[in-house]
């Protein structure tokens, strides 16, 4: 099983919401990554978890907030957005291996923020 | 700073002829390079990794090769079908930490 599920597949929310993104995987997997991906442009990366532990923050604003609460579950708080957040949010994993740590990406949550 | 381009950025080309997606970075210390396909409004596929000391690898029509020194990857997709329409991706990650760099693609359109 190779599969990355991520809830919702859309998402609609205004600027003083709060919603919550969620990432699952059972493969195993020690890393987990949050993508941010505009029309027409690669993905971008937010943040990386590294056995539960968060590693790379791309200095992301703070309205998003990222939650690792199991090696298994990858969760992005999101608060105060803004109309340019509205993008793909791309969840990946990948078995840290010597050179060959393929990610594996979910399907993505459409957002958009009125 | 590494830096990933893909020229071109579109490419169409009739059934059955044999496509080629070229992938360059400017720093070559990498870890690995990753080829991803993507249809549109959907998520990531990965198509084919090749470890820093490989040249090459294959699966089934595709076929990938890395030349470190010149910074540069192409993936070799034999035979198209339509099928293959899709955006493919290159993505490179660097010898320390996680993270990707992606190229900014190449649609690709396979006309029947």
């Known amino acids: 099983d190779t599969e990355v599920t991520q809830t919702p597949k859309h998402l609609v929310m205004g600027m003083t919401n709060k919603k919550s993104l969620k990432c699952e995987q059972h493969?195993?997997?020690?890393?987990m990554y949050w993508y941010k991906q505009k029309a027409k442009k690669p993905p971008e990366l937010m943040f990386v978890?590294?056995?539960?532990?968060?590693?790379i923050n791309e200095s992301v604003p703070s309205r998003f907030s990222p939650e690792c609460p199991n090696s298994s579950l990858l969760n992005l708080h999101l608060h105060a957005l803004q109309p340019e957040d509205s993008a793909l949010y791309l969840c990946?994993?990948?078995?840290?291996?010597?050179?060959?740590?393929?990610?594996?990406f979910g399907p993505g949550t459409r957002l958009t923020v009125l | 700073k590494q830096e990933v381009t893909q020229i071109p950025a579109a490419l169409s080309v009739p059934e059955g002829e044999n496509l080629v997606l070229n992938c360059s970075f400017t720093d070559s210390a990498i870890y690995n390079l990753q080829w991803f396909r993507q249809d549109p409004g959907k998520g990531l596929t990965s198509l084919l990794l090749?470890?820093?000391?490989?040249r090459e690898q294959t699966s089934g029509r595709l076929n990938a090769s890395l030349d470190k020194s010149s910074g540069r990857s192409t993936l070799y997709i034999a035979a198209s079908q339509p099928g293959d329409s899709a955006t493919y991706l290159c993505?490179?990650?660097?010898?320390?930490?996680?993270?990707?760099?992606f190229g900014g693609g190449t649609r690709v359109l396979v006309k029947p």
């Open positions: 493969m195993g997997h020690r890393a």
């Open positions: 978890y590294s056995y539960e532990k968060l590693s």
């Open positions: 993505a490179v990650r660097r010898t320390a930490g996680n993270k990707l760099t």
């Open positions: 990946a994993s990948s078995q840290p291996r010597e050179g060959r740590d393929t990610q594996y």
């Open positions: 090749i470890q820093s000391s490989q």
